[in-house]
T-cell receptor, first 114, second 116 residues
Framework: DAGITQSPRHKVTETGTPVTLRCHQTENHRYMYWYRQDPGHGLRLIHYSYGVKDTDKGEVSDGYSVSRSKTEDFLLTLESATSSQTSVYFC?????????????FGQGTRLTVV | AQSVAQPEDQVNVAEGNPLTVKCTYS??????LFWYVQYPNRGLQFLLK??????LVKGSYGFEAEFNKSQTSFHLKKPSALVSDSALYFC??????????????FGSGTRLSIRP
């Protein structure tokens, strides 16, 4: 796998608690993405970043926030976790349009909200 | 808005037969198109991409895909399926727009099952 590390890999949390997932890359790629994967929905984009402190919403951004203070780290925060946010979360990275355009994925974080 | 459709939730093929996994897309402008594969409990692995040029692109593990602009399709193909090809396959699109709008959108996935 490309140099992408997601942490934690598994987490169980209670409804209403805040949760932060971390994505760390060693590839110095410009773009970073957070997706969630749910049966029947494929991968849906939550938020993405096109540079340090430059982020934008994806198609399912409600209830999530992100931050990117360094090139290598992209954090996804669930401000108040709900059962509907139980999912597998994937981080991905890619270079800009000037270079390689495909994304490379981390191993995923399985989050269960009880 | 850009979107990707994979009309088949599951495709079943006998080993040794050719396989096709379908994908259609909707974007404004010319797209970058991708296929990814996911094995159980793993992240997605890049298979191949179309950027420009030859409409038939070749990728990993003997897979290829055909870009058809008039039908806005990018179907994944393999001449002879292997049992080890059984996995979940995703089509994706990225727009060739100014950098800050360059999202990558995925289809819902197609489960490919190859029987011996």
């Amino acid at each position: 796998d490309a140099g992408i590390t997601q942490s934690p890999r598994h987490k169980v949390t209670e409804t209403g608690t805040p949760v932060t997932l971390r994505c760390h890359q060693t590839e110095n790629h410009r773009y970073m993405y957070w997706y969630r994967q749910d049966p029947g929905h494929g991968l849906r984009l939550i938020h993405y970043s096109y540079g340090v402190k430059d982020t934008d919403k994806g198609e399912v951004s409600d209830g999530y926030s992100v931050s990117r203070s360094k090139t290598e780290d992209f954090l996804l925060t669930l401000e108040s976790a709900t059962s509907s946010q139980t999912s597998v979360y994937f981080c991905a990275i890619s270079e800009g349009l000037e270079g390689g355009v495909e994304a490379f994925f981390g191993q995923g974080t399985r989050l269960t909200v009880v | 808005a850009q979107s990707v459709a994979q009309p088949e939730d599951q495709v079943n093929v006998a080993e040794g037969n050719p396989l096709t996994v379908k994908c259609t897309y909707s974007v404004s402008g010319n797209p970058y198109l991708f296929w990814y594969v996911q094995y159980p409990n793993r992240g997605l692995q890049f298979l191949l991409k179309y950027i420009t040029g030859d409409n038939l692109v070749k990728g990993s593990y003997g897979f290829e895909a055909e870009f058809n602009k008039s039908q806005t399709s990018f179907h994944l193909k393999k001449p002879s399926a292997l049992v080890s090809d059984s996995a979940l396959y995703f089509c994706a699109v990225r727009t060739k727009r100014y950098s800050s709008a360059s999202k990558i959108i995925f289809g819902s996935g197609t489960r490919l099952s190859i029987r011996p």
